[in-house]
């Protein structure tokens, strides 16, 4: 009869719905325990690992995208499963694990349209495990996609932890200038702004959250380079009493 299944994945999706996660997951398991045939299957496992993902269990999250892909390889989503399994499993702190399934998306699906997503995410994995020479060439294959500024950032922050500051300034300049109005141009002035606190250059410091205060900034980081802004007047105030 299709009344017990119908009825076993409607009470799973009414979990769903009501924010019911815990209760949700159990439900979807069950639904698919007893019908591992029925058509809609791999979507309630999929909801399954998106419950499991807002739990913020990421581990079990990250199994659950991982099993998806297995089961449906062919399925319309079945890199966006691996590219899930890959962010949770990272958000665990599962780099290894993370950095396996980012790489089967580049080896096994290269004409993916998530190439881009998936190396990027590479290559912050590597920079997780403090291999930044590995990340800075994934971060620098990706380019004519909308990760590209993102991974230019990420390209000039690592320069930066490398002190290899005209390579950031470089980068950074080049990320505003072809993508100014892109969020990772903007976070390129509070990067910079506070590698030089970090360095206690007051003067480069205050410069470049000043510049970021004149570019017309998103509110958030507006608000941040204002912040910059007033530690670094704080710091220099401290070190000319201390004189």
Known sequence: SERL?????????????????????????IFVDRHPDNIEASSALRNRAVALERLSEYDRAAVAFADLYERFRTGEYAVQDLLSAGTNARKAGSFDKSERLYQTIITDHPASPLIHEATYNLGLVLMDQGRESEALVRLGSIQNSEREPDALLEIGRIALAQNDLPRSEQTFT??????????SAESSYLVLGGWYEGQKEWDLAAKTYENARTARLGADRQQQAVLGLARVNRATQREALQL
């Open 5 to 29: 299944p119908n009825a076993r994945l409607q009470l799973a999706e009414a979990y769903f719905r009501a924010d019911e996660l815990t209760k949700s997951v159990d439900a979807y398991q």
């Open 174 to 183: 080049a990320l505003k200038k072809r993508f100014p109005k892109s969020q």
